[in-house]
């Protein structure tokens, strides 16, 4: 069983930079595909990054590729989200979610067996 618990988020002007962490708890870390996904006021809730297992073939969605860059310490049992170049589309609150199965398939093609509490990120002047 894992506990995921992001953090890192907060208030940047336009064109900033943010990094969001993923700490998670329990067993068997490295077996799962992790995903971040947000979800803004009204809209949706999207996929916007993923990384397998191994930590190789990360997939980005088209809105951030280029800006974002998504990486994980599986000793420390850590996923982070590098967030640069922030726009106010990119205001929401981010959650990372666990898949065992699935590896990095289309979001919405696979189940996920644990997903964190949210962290905001507000992108404002």
């Known amino acids: 069983q894992l506990h995921l618990v992001e953090s890192g988020g907060g208030l940047v002007q336009p064109g900033g930079s943010l990094r969001l962490s993923c700490a998670a708890s329990?067993?068997?870390?490295?077996?799962?595909?992790i995903d971040w996904f947000r979800q803004a006021p009204g809209k949706e809730r999207e996929g916007v990054s993923c990384?397998?297992?191994?930590?190789?073939?990360?997939k980005y969605a088209d809105s951030v590729k280029g800006r974002f860059t998504m990486s994980r310490d599986n000793a420390k049992n850590m996923v982070y989200l590098e967030m640069n170049s922030l726009k106010p589309e990119d205001t929401a609150v981010y959650y990372c979610?666990?898949?065992?199965?699935?590896?990095?398939?289309?979001?919405?093609?696979?189940?996920?067996?644990?997903w964190g509490q949210g962290t905001q990120v507000t992108v404002s002047s």
């Open positions: 979610a666990a898949a065992l199965y699935g590896g990095c398939s289309d979001w919405g093609a696979k189940s996920y067996d644990y």
């Open positions: 990384i397998p297992d191994t930590g190789d073939l990360t």
């Open positions: 329990g067993n068997s870390f490295y077996y799962y595909a």
